[in-house]
């Protein structure tokens, strides 16, 4: 049977992307987004309850959010869930789980579409090798 890993967002990103070139020259993104629930409690008192989402975007994708992204940005994120294990000096084990950003529409605050990035059909690869994943300091 085949499964599905998918996830699409809307949100506000919560601080300029972090640009980086990997070894072999291909750019890299990483960002947050804030995206929130709203509901009612059992007493009927509306709350509300933020979520932050690590987000890393690769190739031409990253270029294209080094050159429109900035925080306070409403944006639409289609992608996937990947979980990296980084391993510290003791052994012990971390575990981060990142959407991978496979298609990203840049959103005004009126919800209307910016055409900048609308035609950005980016699929992107995980990384060719470890050289290219960020160190646990260039994370979130």
């Known amino acids: 049977m085949r499964t599905i890993n998918k996830v699409i ?29 709203y ?7 509306n709350r509300s309850e933020a979520e932050f989402h690590n987000c890393v975007a690769w190739g ?15 944006v639409y994120i289609e992608g996937r869930l990947k979980t990296r294990v980084i391993e510290k000096d003791g052994g012990e084990k ?11 529409i840049f959103l005004n605050k009126r919800g209307e579409v910016d055409d900048v990035a609308d035609d950005i059909e980016d699929t ?12 646990d300091d260039d994370l979130f």
Do not use: W
Request: proline share 5%.
């Open 9 to 37: 967002l809307i949100g506000n990103v919560t601080r300029d992307p972090m640009i980086k070139d990997t070894e072999n020259g291909k750019k890299m993104a990483m960002f947050s987004l804030a995206t929130n629930r």
């Open 39 to 45: 509901y009612k409690t059992a007493d009927g008192e």
């Open 60 to 74: 031409t994708l990253a270029e294209r959010i080094s050159d429109f992204l900035t925080k306070g940005k409403l």
């Open 94 to 104: 971390l575990y981060k789980t990142e959407v991978v950003v496979g298609n990203i």
């Open 124 to 135: 992107p690869t995980a990384p060719s090798s470890t050289h290219d994943v960020p160190s």
